[in-house]
């Protein structure tokens, strides 16, 4: 596996024709990003920064790769271990507060359901801290990712 791996994505704040930020209340939160050979995803602030509800915000964004990290670590980590998950599931959740005067992501959980249908129980379970371990984005932020998983036979 290569050392180092690089991504790229051009953002565009296609609100911009709508109007200026002459007036912090009124402008389009409105952007979108293009990774190429990739569907656009269109985004917009939370709605709490005065942005647009039905469209993906950065904060939904961060807990999904996390969540998303997780699970691709798990299956993978099940997969080498001979475990045959046959379903799995996130409910995750991040809190954002006041810490150190700014306001940031104070933890994530996550919250995965699994169904294995052949394997150890117990060693499934036990693969959840490890897959937290190798999860590249859990590794690059600066608050606790939480994981309270549950392991089912199918």
Sequence with gaps: MAHEHHYAARLV?????RRS???YRSYSREYQVEIEGKPPLTGSADPTFLGDASKH???DLLVASLSACHMLTYLAECARAGIDVVAYEDRASGKMAFKDRKMRFVEVTLAPDVTIAAGDLAQA???HAKAHDGCFIASSVNFPVLHTATVRRA
């Excluded at 704040?13 to 024709?17: D, E, M, S």
């Design 13 to 17: 704040w296609t609100g911009a024709g």
């Design 21 to 23: 930020t002459k007036d």
């Design 57 to 59: 915000n950065p904060e």
């Design 125 to 127: 379970e036990a693969l």
